[in-house]
Antibody
């Protein structure tokens, strides 16, 4: 059974950093792309970043502006999202999701999400 | 970047009636080499992760009730709920996965019971 579990969320001051993790199980992790999607309060789903199965290809939303870095450790079945210089508008529930067949594919499994709050 | 625009932003439908949600992409998401539309629909309920309902514009995922159907091609797509049930109350999103950035969502359509 496919499982994705996010962790690492919490309350952080503006300008500080946070690293989110997405731990996967139930499938051959090293053959799937993983995406990060967020939902800020009262808004819709917003795609954040993606990493290919081997970590060699990465994509980011424009609003990341070089502040976020996605990486993965296939030996640990985990994807990371390093978020630096956090802003108030980055506050959201962050989900990781599996790309069904490569980076350019539908998201067939999602984690439950982890809450990020940016506040002084 | 491809922009996805849904209409309406919200709709209220009586139980058992049809609900129709439209999605328009700013660029075609039809890949001519395989004749597939790189368009998905998701259902999102509060406190839960989004659920993939439909891929390739019209292919229902396993376990999705057949009252959900998708149609359209190129730049114009539709999600139809043929007979609205209580458990269908949610926000629905279309998403393109054809071009970079690889996951652009529409703004969402909130479906409620009238």
């Amino acid at each position: 059974q496919v499982h994705l579990v996010e962790s690492g969320g919490g309350v952080v001051q503006p300008g500080r950093s946070l690293r989110l993790s997405c731990a996967a199980s139930g499938f051959t992790f090293s053959t799937y792309a993983i995406h990060w999607v967020r939902q800020a309060p009262g808004t819709g789903l917003e795609w954040v970043a993606a990493i290919s199965y081997d970590g060699n290809t990465k994509h980011y939303a424009d609003f990341v502006s070089g502040r976020f870095t996605v990486s993965r450790d296939n030996s640990k079945n985990t994807v990371y999202l390093q978020m630096n210089n956090l802003r108030a508008e980055d506050a959201a529930v962050y989900y990781c999701a599996r790309g069904n067949s490569g980076i350019y594919s539908q998201f067939d499994y999602w984690g439950q999400g982890t809450q990020v709050t940016v506040s002084s | 970047d491809t922009v996805m625009t849904q209409s309406p932003d919200s709709l209220a439908v009586s139980l058992g009636d049809r609900a129709t949600i439209n999605c328009k992409s700013s660029q075609s998401v039809l890949y001519s080499s395989n004749n597939k539309n790189y368009l998905a629909w998701y259902q999102h309920k509060p406190g839960q992760p989004p659920r993939l309902l439909i891929s390739w514009a019209s292919t229902r995922e396993s376990g999705v009730p057949d009252r959900f159907s998708g149609s359209g091609s190129g730049t114009d797509f539709t999600l139809t709920i043929s007979s609205l049930q209580t458990e269908d109350v949610a926000v629905y999103y279309c998403q393109q996965y054809y071009s970079s950035p690889p996951g652009t969502f529409g703004q969402g359509t909130k479906v409620e019971i009238k």
